[in-house]
């Protein structure tokens, strides 16, 4: 068993915490990952975006199996901490802005119906 703490979730932004944070993400298939530590054990989990709060900290939102169940759970993290580590970075620039090919294949609608 670790003797570092479990990573403890940071709660979402709310409207008296000021302005919205700035979202960053990277492209699908080149994402960052990090470590997280749950249950005694570091689990992978893919960055799913980055937030940089008006107040100067930094959090991660990532997609991660906390039990080893295979059940994964969207998850936010304050930045640092000692249940997190970096497990990989990204070759690719963060974008702010939604570009599908970075987003992955979106379903295509058919014809229209009358």
């Excluded at 989990?45 to 709060?53: D, E, G, H």
């Excluded at 169940?69 to 998850?75: A, E, G, Q």
């Excluded at 993290?77 to 599908?100: F, K």
């Amino acid at each position: 068993m670790s003797t570092i703490p479990d990573a403890q979730p940071a709660r979402p932004w709310r409207e008296e915490d000021g302005p919205r944070p700035e979202v960053w993400t990277w492209p699908r298939a080149d994402r960052p990952a990090l470590k997280v530590m749950s249950g005694g054990k570091w689990r992978h989990a893919p960055v799913l975006a980055r937030q940089n709060w008006r107040d100067g900290t930094v959090r991660y939102q990532v997609e991660v199996d906390l039990l080893g169940d295979t059940t994964t759970r969207i998850v936010t993290y304050q930045w640092p901490q000692p249940g997190l580590r970096v497990a990989r970075r990204s070759s690719s620039e963060p974008t702010r802005g939604v570009h599908e090919a970075w987003q992955g294949e979106m379903p295509h609608r058919g014809p229209a119906q009358d």
